[in-house]
Structure formats: structure tokens, C-alpha cells
């Protein structure tokens, strides 16, 4: 099982990114997909989740500015993330889950939003 996740760099405020997650290893189309993220000194928080089925939800410091989506033919889940601000600084995480032994972590990627 590999969750590789990219396009984490270094933002102005106000700029986008899009972060992708490649899968491998599990059945992707069945898995609950979502980002988290861990600022220094905090603990990891969900930022937004898409279902097996499509369905979506969001942290509310992130609604209206990020997006979640996925492409199961591609075995890949993305976050577009617009309007950044410096406090959504942190290392991002893409996480699958189906039932309880089937949870999955993929390894960071570094979101900086500084001037």
C-alpha cells in the first residue's frame, strides 16, 4: 500500500496550490479519502474528506477556499487549495480509510504560506 503525495511548496498569501495524492495498493474507487494537516506545536486536524461516493466535507477554516476531489481512474485524490493564508502553513497528509484495519497514511508534503 502507497499513498505519494506532491505539490506541497512555498505560497504567497492570497496564491493556490494543488496538492495530489497517488494510490496503490488497495481498492481506491472503495476508500474514503482525505487530507489532514499538522502545523508546529498543534495536533493533526482534518481539513477535507471525500467519500467513496463523492460526498464532501470540509473544516470550517478551509470552506469556500479548498476543494477536494478525486479520479479513480487515475487512483488519485487532489485538495486545490485558493486564498491561502499563512495559517494554513503546515505539513499536509492524505489519508484512505474503509473499515477498521483498512487505514491508510501517506507521507507529507510541506505547505508554506509566507511572504
Known amino acids: 500500500v502507497q499513498l505519494q503525495a506532491s505539490g506541497g511548496g512555498l505560497v504567497q498569501p492570497g496564491g493556490s496550490l494543488r496538492l495530489s495524492c497517488a494510490a496503490s495498493?488497495?481498492?481506491?474507487?472503495?476508500?474514503?479519502m482525505g487530507w489532514y494537516r499538522q502545523a508546529p506545536g498543534k495536533q493533526r486536524e482534518l481539513v477535507a474528506a471525500i467519500t467513496s461516493g463523492g460526498s464532501t466535507n470540509y473544516a470550517d477554516s478551509v470552506k469556500g477556499r479548498f476543494t477536494i476531489s478525486r479520479d479513480n481512474a487515475k487512483n488519485t485524490v487532489y485538495l486545490q487549495m485558493n486564498s491561502l493564508k499563512p495559517e494554513d502553513t503546515a505539513v499536509y497528509y492524505c489519508?484512505?480509510?474503509?473499515?477498521?484495519?483498512?487505514?491508510?497514511w501517506g507521507q507529507g508534503t510541506q505547505v508554506t504560506v509566507s511572504s
Open positions: 495498493g488497495f481498492p481506491f474507487s472503495r476508500y474514503a
Open positions: 489519508r484512505g480509510w474503509y473499515h477498521i484495519g483498512y487505514d491508510y
